[in-house]
């Protein structure tokens, strides 16, 4: 258990819909980052959040959003869903001080299918 | 960062160390080795990470060559419960939370 939790665990959309995933952290963390796993593969870096602002964005299309709340919550959320959005969604968090990042505690991802 | 290489897939026996090779020859002199497991369902878990020095924790020990070109991480003592999917990665430790997974190496162990 690394305390960081995700809702829903298994979600099932149309192409074109709209989903949002939530995320959250463990207590004391202040920054958040998302990533996307297809099956068979690594994550992939989507973007990071702290003190509620991106801070950092991998190589997804705008359609990809997220918030992180005072809470140090957050959502991700898609729009325009598409097939290959399919994937297992996870989330990290971590504590930042200045420049300095502790290791990422991840939670236990949102199973996304895209029909 | 930097680019890493790990085999696709290896078995250990339960009991035996594990040793997991990495490569990473372009690393910079600012890039630290990072290793995360990912067990079957479950998000990626923080292994262990390192400069040059060797590191030692709980769970596992960190071996970077001299010209840190490239790295082993060691289980000590496999158990079923090792059986995942590790992870090499190496990353300017400022560089904010961006993890670069490649491939990884799937660890069977066996009884």
């Known amino acids: 258990e690394t305390g960081v939790t995700q809702s829903p665990t298994h979600l099932i959309k149309t192409r074109g819909q709209q989903v949002t995933l939530r995320c959250s952290s463990q207590s004391g963390h202040n920054t958040v980052s998302w990533y996307q796993q297809a099956l068979g593969q690594g994550p992939q870096f989507i973007f990071q959040?702290?003190?509620?602002?991106?801070?950092g964005r991998g190589n997804f299309p705008p359609r990809f959003s997220g918030l992180q709340f005072p809470n140090y919550s957050s959502e991700l959320n898609v729009n325009a869903l598409e097939l290959d959005d399919s994937a297992l969604y996870l989330c990290a968090s971590t504590y930042r001080k200045g420049s300095s990042y502790n290791e990422q505690f991840f939670g236990p991802g949102t199973r996304l299918t895209v029909l | 960062d930097a680019k890493t290489t790990q085999p696709p897939s290896m078995d250990c026996a339960e009991g035996r160390a594990a040793n997991l090779p990495c490569n990473h020859s372009t690393i910079s002199g600012n890039e630290y080795v990072y290793w995360y497991r990912q067990i079957h369902s479950q998000g990626p878990q923080y292994i262990i990470h390192g400069l040059k020095n060797n590191e030692t924790n709980e769970m596992a020990s960190l071996i970077i060559t001299e010209d840190r070109k490239s790295s082993t991480l060691i289980l000590p003592h496999a158990t079923l419960r090792d059986t995942a999917v590790y992870y090499c990665?190496?990353?300017?430790?400022?560089?904010?939370?961006?993890?670069?997974f490649g491939g990884g190496t799937r660890v069977l162990v066996k009884p």
């Open positions: 959040y702290y003190r509620e602002e991106e801070n």
């Open positions: 990665i190496v990353r300017v430790e400022a560089a904010g939370n961006k993890l670069t």
